[in-house]
């Protein structure tokens, strides 16, 4: 079955500590995308990539980084930097073939104490 | 003003019954148009694609209109697992804005 998975579903860390959040997808997309959302709002766009060892800063990248060494895994750390990183953590891709229509992942619920 | 607007909700209606979401976008130059559903909890999914001035999915239908820069959702015998949060991100070349969604649940 063709989809994107991220892992794990829920992650928890303590205030200092960098965290990597996985995500993997077998749908052939170049591109693809991490989003936060708080509770009750909307979701935000932190990094997107469009192809591979490319990167493009979102609306909320501060204190997050990425990378794309592969077209199927864009895996996001949360740095120590990032003031607020409790949040749902989403990863989308997307295909040109197919009017960029996103496809997400399910998720990884990050809690930092 | 906002990129996106959407009446938060919630919509609280009947099975059965038809309901109407309307969401209006900002940007005049976006070129794509999606509507979402989000359960609780839950990663969004797409509900469908609307080009050129609509689209029809069995109960759902969705029209775009690029002069007044909104798009609408018309959802027909609302069943009970149409509760949820359906989201419409207008977008340009690969990048979508999403607002905060409207609120949808159906009783029985």
């Known amino acids: 079955d063709g989809g994107i998975t991220q892992s794990p579903k829920y992650l928890f860390r303590k205030e200092g500590q960098n965290v990597t959040l996985s995500c993997e997808q077998n749908l052939n997309h170049d591109a693809m995308y991490w989003y936060r959302q708080d509770p009750g709002q909307g979701l935000r766009l932190i990094y997107y990539?469009?192809?591979?060892?490319?990167?493009q800063k979102g609306d909320i990248a501060e204190g997050y980084s990425v990378s794309r060494e592969k077209k199927e895994s864009f895996p996001l750390t949360v740095t120590s930097a990032q003031k607020n990183p409790t949040a749902f953590y989403l990863c989308?891709?997307?295909?040109?073939?197919?009017?960029?229509?996103?496809?997400f992942g399910p998720g990884t619920r990050l809690t930092v104490t | 003003r906002k990129e996106v607007e959407q009446d938060p909700g919630p919509f609280n209606v009947p099975e059965g019954a038809t309901v109407a979401f309307n969401c209006t976008y900002s940007n005049s130059a976006s070129q794509s148009f999606f509507w979402y559903r989000q359960d609780c909890r839950k990663e969004p999914k797409l509900l469908m694609s609307v080009y050129s001035s609509g689209n029809e999915d069995g109960r759902f239908t969705a029209q775009l209109n690029r002069a007044s820069q909104y798009i609408s959702l018309l959802i027909r015998d609302s069943k009970l697992s149409d509760s949820a949060t359906y989201l419409c991100?207008?977008?340009?070349?690969?990048?979508?804005?999403f607002g905060a969604g409207t609120r949808l649940a159906v009783h029985p």
């Open positions: 989308a891709s997307s295909s040109e073939h197919y009017f960029y229509e996103q496809y």
């Open positions: 990539s469009q192809i591979v060892n490319d990167f």
């Open positions: 991100p207008p977008g340009g070349y690969n990048k979508l804005i």
